[in-house]
């Protein structure tokens, strides 16, 4: 069973519990994303396999993961990406976002999943063809145009995860949307 670090509000780490655990009950976790974006303005979104045991079917982030006991953000980050994408990134090319504190609540399965996040994008100019989803996790990689993610009917935003789509990744799109310019 994963065990992983339970930090405080500050992202000291207090203590350590399973993973089944620390979503059960909901303590605070650390976790990274990374936004692959193209200079053609579009994010890609990952569509989570339909045999996850959450969020399933919904488009989340383009990778994302918890970072393990003994890991760091970045490198949690640069190890995600090869893992969920195929991509083989060093850290000096991740350009770090932001830091985040973001609770979910999974409402068909009931997991809390309550994290201090760190945010990263990463450029990538292929088509999301060219990628190598990870096996069991995902079931489409896709881009979708920054402009449209940041107008989102309320229609459209049931495809996503509810975190992925609110006002403060709002924030992290329009900076990614900086650094295409």
């Known amino acids: 069973m994963q065990e992983l670090n339970i930090v405080d509000e ?99 399965t009931g997991m809390k999943n309550n994290t201090v996040k760190r945010v990263y994008a990463y450029e990538f100019n292929g088509s999301a063809d060219d990628l190598i989803l990870e096996e069991g996790m995902a079931s489409n990689l896709e881009f979708w145009p920054i402009d449209k993610i940041l107008n989102l009917t309320n229609e459209e935003k049931r495809e996503f995860i509810d975190s992925v789509v609110d006002k403060e990744y709002a924030g992290v799109f329009k900076r990614i949307k900086e650094l295409i310019k």
């Open 10 to 108: 500050n992202d000291n780490i207090i203590g350590k519990d399973t993973r089944e655990n620390i979503h059960k009950n909901g303590l605070l976790h650390r976790e990274i994303h990374v936004w692959i974006y193209n200079k053609n303005g579009g994010i890609l979104f990952q569509k989570r396999a339909k045999t996850k045991d959450t969020y399933l079917d919904l488009l989340d982030a383009s990778v994302g993961g918890h970072v393990e006991i003994g890991d760091d953000y970045l490198k949690t980050a640069v190890k995600e990406l090869e893992e969920e994408t195929g991509i083989e990134a060093e850290a000096k090319d991740l350009i770090y976002i932001t830091r985040m504190r973001k609770n979910a609540y999974d409402e068909r």
